[in-house]
């Protein structure tokens, strides 16, 4: 079965950097894209951006640019989020997600935004930016 545990998430100031972690198992790598989504109080799930497993392309939502990276240790099965200068606007529940599909910079944000594209869901991490 496909699990992606995520972890790392906390309090932190205004700021601050945060890195999540997604560990995966039960799939072959290669295969799949996996992401990152966050889930803000009272807001709708929004996409923060997504790695190919396949070649190790990356891609963010245009809002994520520039404060978020996200990178992979094939090795460890494990995927993360790396957050710089937080905001309390990212004060959200991070989920890691899961697809075995192709992900390309022509489809990515066309799909890849949409969580019902993401076959798999992990349970979710709380970050909050204390102001």
């Known amino acids: 079965d496909v699990q992606l545990q995520a972890s790392g998430g906390g309090l932190v100031q205004t700021g601050g950097s945060l890195r999540l972690s997604c560990a995966a198992s039960g799939f072959t790598w290669r295969d799949y894209a996996i992401g990152w989504f966050r889930r803000a109080p009272g807001k709708e799930r929004e996409v923060v951006g997504c790695i190919s497993n396949h070649d190790g392309s990356t891609f963010y939502a245009d809002s994520m640019k520039g404060r978020f990276t996200i990178s992979s240790d094939n090795v460890k099965r494990t995927v993360y989020l790396q957050m710089i200068s937080v905001r309390p606007e990212d004060t959200a529940v991070y989920y890691c997600?899961?697809?075995?599909?192709?992900?390309?910079?022509?489809?990515?944000?066309?799909?890849?935004?949409?969580?019902?594209?993401?076959?798999?869901w992990g349970q979710g991490t709380l970050v909050t930016v204390s102001s």
């Open positions: 997600v899961a697809v075995r599909r192709e992900i390309y910079s022509a489809n990515w944000y066309h799909k890849g935004s949409k969580p019902d594209w993401w076959t798999y």
